[in-house]
């Protein structure tokens, strides 16, 4: 059974961290599901899945393909689906309508960025109609443009206060947790002590109450950018590389398909297959 978002809360109050990734694919679900307690469908499939240069890039029919495939592979984690860039900037109406959309492709809840006003009302709409929201705060990729570029948030008292004030409004609005990206420690630890909701951190130091990575930034898969924070624990890119060339030299030599790998015919239909003018 899944876990449910009592028990990611229940974590907070224990002490034990929350661990989660990101998945786009059935199978890759299906092993950190082995192991995590939350997988995030996240919109940085928009780079690591699609080649694009920007999460507001990806649409919500492709969001919904990889939510359907990684739901196929979640029996244990919760899962969560981010709503891309342009569906839940609308009126509460077509955010609730785009959000069904993710929970009947398998999600259990939906992530939604930012934490300005029209935020706060979509996202009340969305929980107290039975639609759990994972928030995110601090450094959102969807307004890299209006921050102009991946930068460092919190970075003084004034700021980090901010962020606490517009997490408490996701909390009253409902949020079961949320996730803080790129900010110093001592702002998240901050943040965290003063919310009641757990957060997961992705760049925002050990204090949080759980963490998040991208997947492919933990498998060394995605090689166009390596952000700081992120932590390689294999050289998934360097393993295919080396696989894909012993494979085209195995198939340049003839040494691959062996028998074992072929299928054979019985020795009388060989015979006659021989002596076929
Ligand atoms: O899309 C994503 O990968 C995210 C990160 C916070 C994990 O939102």
Do not use: W
């Not at 109050?13 to 995030?40: P, R």
């Amino acid at each position: 059974m899944r876990k449910t978002i009592k028990k990611i809360q229940d974590y907070k109050k224990e002490g034990k961290k929350i661990t989660a990734l990101t998945a786009y694919d059935y199978s890759t679900a299906k092993y950190i599901d082995k192991f995590v307690d939350l997988i995030l469908v996240g919109d940085s499939a928009a780079q690591v899945v699609l080649g694009l240069d920007s999460t507001t890039l990806v649409s919500i029919e492709e969001m919904l393909v990889f939510t359907k495939a990684v739901s196929r592979g979640v029996e244990n984690a919760l899962l969560v689906a981010d709503m891309p860039f342009g569906s839940f900037q609308v009126n509460k109406e077509e955010t609730m309508k785009n959000a069904l959309l993710f929970i009947k492709s398998g999600a259990n809840a939906v992530k939604l960025e930012g934490g300005s006003d029209l935020m706060i009302d979509n996202i009340k709409h969305l929980t107290q109609n039975s639609i759990p929201v994972l928030g995110h705060l601090g450094f959102t990729p969807m307004s890299v443009n209006s921050l102009s570029g991946h930068r460092i948030q919190g970075k003084d008292f004034e700021k980090t206060l901010n962020i606490l004030k517009e997490a408490k409004k996701l909390q009253e609005a409902g949020c079961f947790a949320i996730v803080l990206e790129l900010m110093p420690s001592e702002s998240s630890k901050f943040i965290t002590q003063n919310l009641d909701i757990p957060t997961i951190g992705i760049g925002a130091g050990v204090h949080c109450d759980g963490q998040i990575l991208v997947s492919d930034d933990l498998f060394g898969k995605y090689d166009r950018f390596k952000p700081k924070f992120a932590r390689q624990y294999i050289n998934l890119k360097e393993g295919m590389l080396k696989a894909v060339e012993n494979y085209c030299t195995d198939v340049e030599t003839g040494v691959f398909p062996n028998s074992e790998e072929s299928f054979e015919l019985d020795v009388e239909e060989v015979k006659k297959l021989e002596n076929y003018r």
